[in-house]
């Protein structure tokens, strides 16, 4: 059994229960019951208890670069003294989706999601800039998604601990990295945002708060959900849930070597994977979570530095989980996907 920071013993029901909620996290507790074999009581308890303890959120995930418009950037920050007051700015920042506190060339490494490259040229320029204390911006230009599993291997691997079997795949997990690039309309930012407070949440309240019908909510998230854009689901911070270790590291590749994505998915540690630019020549910025340090350098040593060409440029090994945030700044024009 495993616990998370506020000793909440977590057992393999509420593993299978988090498994099935990130394949479908808006499906029915008498489903839900049905795909784990137990009760709608047993059901309805599990999932009260991981979402009362901060464990487990229910929330609609997308892939920002597979929309028109956005740009996404991960920045490492160097900071002089206190990083308090820089942190609060950080999480305060609306466009700012991912907040952690590390060591190593970091001592803050934050997710930025921003509409158009002028936002992003000054939230780069003016907003991070104003950080108090910054005495270092690394910046990692994200150019295509390769995998984010949004931790089912986490899950996966909790659950193969019980002799248990997880419901979705990593591969299948990693949503919006092979579709086609879609231009939406703000009604449809402003639903995937509200939602955010609670993917679970009927249509007639979204369409309360959204002013419009629930035949009209009910349709939006249909054709996000369709077009592979969104999938609500169970999120889990790998903090919470228990003692792992978690890792960033920026990868080089030496000419005339080229990385092969599924030499990356095929490494189970590895969690999230990013093509790009920066952070000291890095080609990929990429994600570890392992079950403790020594598994930790044990991928790097066995899994990562082997793969053909791939030089380690900067590394950050987490300390902390600050802020974890999905919301999408809402575009100024739009249109492929309309009421």
């Keep these: 059994m495993f616990q998370n920071e506020q000793r909440i013993t977590i057992t393999a029901r509420d593993l299978k229960v988090v498994s099935a909620l990130q394949c479908d996290g808006r499906m ?3 489903a839900l019951a049905d795909k784990i ?23 609609p995930v997308c892939n920002p670069l597979s929309l028109g418009n956005y740009s996404q ?13 820089a942190l609060a700015m950080l999480q305060s920042m609306p466009q700012v989706t991912y907040v952690v506190c590390a060591l190593g060339d970091a001592d803050i490494i934050a997710e930025a999601v921003v509409y158009s490259a002028e936002g992003m040229d000054h939230f780069l320029k003016h907003g991070l800039r104003a950080l108090p204390g910054l005495s270092r911006l690394q910046v990692f230009s994200c150019g295509r998604l390769v995998l984010d599993d949004h931790n089912v291997s986490v899950v996966n691997r ?7 079997t997880g419901f979705l795949t990593k591969r299948e997990a990693s949503v919006g990295t ?14 995937f945002n509200e939602l955010q ?25 249909k054709k996000l959900e369709d077009s592979g854009v ?37 490494i189970d540690e590895v969690t999230y994977a990013m093509s790009g630019v920066g952070l000291n020549g890095a080609d990929y910025l990429i994600e570890i979570i392992a079950d403790n340090d020594e598994d ?31 919301w999408l700044e809402p575009p100024h024009e739009g249109v492929l996907l309309g009421d």
């Design 158 to 164: 909790l659950l193969a601990a019980h002799g248990e």
């Design 37 to 59: 074999g137990i009760s709608v009581y047993a059901a309805t308890e599990s999932y009260r208890r991981l979402t009362e303890s901060g464990i487990m959120s229910i929330v």
């Design 296 to 326: 930790l350098w044990r991928v790097v040593d066995e899994s990562i530095r082997p793969l053909p060409g791939v030089e380690q440029t900067w590394w950050a090994s987490t300390v902390s989980v600050e802020k974890e945030s999905y």
């Design 230 to 266: 969104m999938r609500i689901m169970a999120t889990v911070s790998p903090m919470r849930l228990g003692g792992f270790r978690q890792a960033f590291l920026g990868l080089g590749v030496k000419p005339p070597y080229r990385l092969d994505s599924e030499q990356l998915l095929a």
């Design 28 to 30: 029915t507790m008498q």
């Design 197 to 221: 407070k609670d993917g679970r949440a009927s249509y007639a309240s979204l369409g309360e708060r959204l002013g419009v019908t629930h035949t009209a909510i009910r349709g939006r998230i």
């Design 73 to 85: 950037v991960l920045v490492g920050l160097r900071l002089d003294g206190s990083r308090d007051e």
């Design 178 to 191: 092979d579709i086609p690039s879609h231009r939406l309309d703000p009604r449809f930012v402003h639903t």
